[in-house]
């Protein structure tokens, strides 16, 4: 009876939508459509601005951008960072983005011009300094995150657009177990929702969510189902409906046979969650996470992809291998992003 009360409710996370928007979806399947990227980079920082307008960014100090709706894919890298990974990236509009990297030293450079010029706003050479993501909640305030440095995360935040950042004081930070960390793998191990919550998945000796309702001011622990122990195990990606539901998947990331429980859900804003059952859940480890559109629920992995809609009694498994998956905020466009510069948008076929 549990179990089946869980699908039950993971079913009601995403809308029910009316009965043509059901009949017209069942007729339409999701898909990944591949797009020349014209980069060989391992593209795990993405942002869809809109139905023309993404951006990509990853190793080799690599930033792409699209404002044909992948049509064509321009390089827009930022120079001198040929040995920087943007694990992370934000996109506003077709001109102006925020890119952070991952490892030594940290950086955060902001464009304003579509990529022809890129300003550093943050730089730290500290030892451990290590960034997973960001997220922002508007167009001016922004957060991101880093694995902890003497037991505390490390936590940035920006209330002008990027143009500056501060670092929360050392006793605000969230405590984290010894030999924990986020995993840079997508840029969605952090993610803000509605005007105040923000999330970070955490993985290792323990699947941790930390989550604030003010901004991160301050923050609350929650200990989540999905499978941890292991260095290479844990929490990879976030994401929300609304403001109550919301899906995390993760799992193993040596490998989709490796993994065992990679998806749970909420329906109280994130203060407890409960696993998707092995037989409705992603065939897989899944790095990325994302809700498209209300009906429909994308999920991503190396090795393999696939996607839930309402009404379907599991996950459906899709062609293409992929890192990260975003999705505009209208709800109205998708792209996924992964190794040796894969790109792609979602089309419906």
């Known amino acids: 009876m549990r179990q089946v009360l869980a699908f039950c409710l993971l079913v009601t996370l995403v809308s029910c939508g009316s009965k043509e928007t059901k009949e017209k979806e069942i007729a339409l399947v999701p898909a990944w459509e591949p797009q020349t990227s014209n980069t060989e980079a391992s593209l795990r920082g993405l942002s869809t601005v809109s139905d023309q307008v993404a951006w990509a960014s990853g190793s080799g100090g690599t930033v792409i951008r699209t404002i044909d709706g992948g049509t064509t894919w321009t390089d827009v890298s930022i120079p001198g960072q040929e040995t920087i990974d943007f694990r992370d990236i934000e996109g506003f509009d077709a001109n102006t983005a925020i890119a952070l990297s991952a490892g030594l030293p940290a950086l955060i450079f902001k464009t304003t011009d579509g990529g022809q010029t890129w300003e550093q706003k943050y730089f730290s050479d500290a030892e451990g300094t290590f ?50 960390g986020g995993f840079a793998a997508s840029g969605t191990c952090l993610r803000t929702n ?102 429909l629920i994308l999920a991503v992995g190396r090795q393999s992809c696939d996607y839930y809609r309402v009404g379907d009694e599991a996950y459906t498994p899709m062609e293409g291998q992929y890192y990260a998956v975003s999705v505009s905020k209208t709800g109205k466009s998708a792209w996924a992003s992964g190794p040796r510069g894969a790109v792609a948008k979602l089309t419906f076929k």
């Open 131 to 180: 960034y997973d993501a960001m997220d922002f909640w508007n167009d001016q305030e922004g957060i991101a995150f880093g694995d902890a440095i003497d037991s505390r995360l490390l936590i940035l935040k920006t209330s002008d657009g990027g143009e500056t950042w501060s670092e929360l004081p050392f006793d605000q930070r969230p405590v984290s177990k010894p030999n924990q």
């Open 194 to 295: 509605g005007e105040s919550n923000v999330y970070i998945g955490l993985g290792g000796p323990e699947a941790s969510l930390f989550y604030s309702f003010d901004k991160g001011e301050t923050w609350a622990k929650t200990i989540t189902p999905l499978q941890s122990g292991e260095p290479t195990q844990g929490i990879f990606s976030i994401d929300f409906k609304n403001e109550e539901e919301g899906l995390m998947v993760g799992g193993d990331y040596r490998g989709d046979s490796l993994t065992r429980i990679n998806a749970a859900y909420t329906t109280d804003k994130g203060e407890s969650w409960f696993p998707v059952m092995a037989s409705q859940s992603p065939s897989g480890y899944r790095s990325g996470i994302a809700v498209f559109d209300d009906n």
